[in-house]
């Protein structure tokens, strides 16, 4: 394939050679019975062992799928297993397979073709509003390691449904490479919230290539968070609103922390009459962390809207922020609009808390917090309140 040797036009190149494709095998368990180290930081990307809350579960580690499951209530709603299991189970799944994501669209993709390590698949069948979350984790225990998956994602006509990922590394990995293909197909009627939580590390390498086809009336929200250090992190999902009046909406969160190198961009293809797009970021950037921010809207039929909103908040003189947001109308009665600000912490929203009684340190801590803030996420409350934690967390850090 001529597309192994070929640079993504975004983010730093790297040389795939120097990633390794050895590791153990893992044998099938519940996800309760895996070791502490594995359990605790799987749950700080929000998965939970015990399954409490959850409809289903995936847990992959490495190339190995380890446990999936499907809670008794939920049987004959949803489905989830791996990409490979669901190829082998359904004929039909190839027309989806690499639809949307063009298995040629830089070096990362041929990878992930060639070098395939499973990946989820998830299915919530027609009318079906599953009311708990499914949970999926993607953990690699290997250092150095290259993990290439591809998932699928199908919310049938009239289904509802959250989604939750979580990407992490063992605490003793200390760099790598992870590829991820996630393909999201929302059909008439439905509703598919997915909040995806990376979790890294300091020299890790990744490269996810995402995108979504959104039929009449569904509706696609994105949420994407990234709270931890990466050595580099580029992607720019991709949502079609085809549909007549299909909605979209990325929200993300990024925390940029040491040398950092985020490039994370959102971009909305209105194509149906009436749809409506919307991209929201908020970036966060300290010590020598450089983060991109990027939003792309295209209005290609007149009766579609759609608004980008970008704000950076700098904490370090030596971090680097820079929004990108880009519309392009096509034609004419689109209506396509962005704003985007960066800055630093105002001092005098600082003096106006220390005013009220607050330290200066609590008063930077609560106006950090509300920036960050996952309100817009739309998550059921107990996604939530774990999510918030976890941005409690990375706002102590940062001050």
């Known amino acids: 394939m001529r597309?192994?040797?070929?640079?993504?036009?975004?983010?730093?190149?790297?040389?795939?050679?120097?990633?390794?494709r050895e590791t153990q095998s893992w044998s099938c368990c519940p996800v309760s019975s895996l070791p502490m180290d594995i359990t605790q930081?799987?749950?700080?990307?929000?998965?939970?062992?015990?399954?409490?809350?959850?409809?289903?579960?995936?847990?992959?580690?490495?190339?190995?799928?380890?446990?999936?499951?499907?809670?008794k209530a939920f049987e004959g709603k949803v489905e989830a297993m791996s990409t490979k299991e669901a190829?082998?189970?359904?004929?039909?799944?190839?027309?989806?397979?690499?639809?949307?994501?063009?298995v040629d669209a830089d070096k990362y993709t041929a990878l992930a073709e060639l070098r395939w390590d499973q990946g989820y698949f998830f299915r919530v069948l027609e009318g079906q509003r599953v009311t708990l979350p499914l949970?999926?984790?993607?953990?690699?225990?290997?250092?150095?390691?290259?993990q290439n998956v591809?998932?699928?994602?199908?919310?049938?006509?009239?289904?509802?449904?959250?989604?939750?990922?979580?990407?992490?590394?063992?605490?003793?990995?200390?760099?790598?490479?992870?590829?991820g293909i996630s393909e999201f197909y929302v059909k008439e009627g439905a509703k598919l919230t997915f909040t995806m939580i990376h979790n890294w590390t300091q020299d890790f390498d990744v490269r996810p290539r995402t995108a979504a086809l959104v039929?009449?009336?569904?509706?696609?929200?994105?949420?994407?968070?990234?709270?931890?250090p990466v050595k580099s992190l580029q992607m720019y999902p991709v949502a079609y609103c085809k549909g007549v009046e299909s909605r979209v909406r990325f929200n993300s969160i990024l925390y940029g922390s040491g040398h950092s190198y985020l490039d994370v961009g959102s971009k909305v293809?209105?194509?149906?009459?009436?749809?409506?797009?919307?991209?929201?970021?908020?970036?966060?950037?300290?010590?020598h962390a450089q983060i991109y921010a990027r939003g792309f809207l295209v209005g290609e039929h007149r009766k579609s809207k759609a608004h980008l909103e970008c704000r950076g908040l700098l904490l370090s003189d030596t971090a680097l922020i820079k929004a990108?947001?880009?519309?392009?109308?096509?034609?004419?009665?689109?209506?396509?609009?962005?704003?985007?600000?960066?800055?630093?912490i105002a001092e005098e929203q600082v003096q106006y808390l220390m005013a009220r009684g607050f330290s200066e340190a609590d008063a930077e801590s609560l106006i950090v917090r509300g920036f960050m803030d996952i309100s817009v996420f739309g998550l059921p409350d107990n996604l939530r309140n774990q999510i918030g934690r976890l941005v409690e967390t990375t706002t102590e850090r940062a001050l």
Do not use: M
């Not at 190829?87 to 063009?102: C, E, G, I, M």
């Not at 949970?135 to 290259?146: E, G, K, P, R």
């Not at 990108?324 to 630093?344: D, I, M, R, S």
């Open 135 to 146: 949970q999926s984790c993607l953990f690699i225990s290997s250092d150095n390691l290259n």
């Open 150 to 179: 591809h998932n699928i994602i199908i919310a049938e006509p009239k289904s509802e449904v959250q989604i939750i990922t979580g990407c992490v590394v063992h605490p003793n990995v200390h760099k790598g490479l992870h590829v």
């Open 269 to 287: 293809v209105l194509q149906g009459d009436g749809s409506r797009g919307e991209v929201v970021a908020r970036a966060l950037a300290t010590d």
């Open 41 to 71: 930081r799987s749950l700080d990307v929000g998965i939970r062992s015990d399954e409490e809350g959850r409809a289903a579960t995936y847990f992959q580690i490495d190339h190995s799928v380890i446990y999936k499951n499907i809670e």
């Open 87 to 102: 190829l082998k189970k359904y004929d039909w799944l190839r027309d989806y397979w690499w639809r949307l994501v063009a």
């Open 3 to 20: 597309a192994r040797g070929k640079a993504a036009a975004l983010g730093p190149d790297l040389d795939l050679d120097s990633f390794s």
């Open 324 to 344: 990108v947001p880009e519309l392009l109308g096509k034609v004419v009665g689109t209506e396509l609009t962005h704003e985007a600000a960066v800055g630093k």
């Open 215 to 228: 039929e009449d009336g569904a509706t696609f929200i994105n949420n994407y968070i990234c709270l931890k």
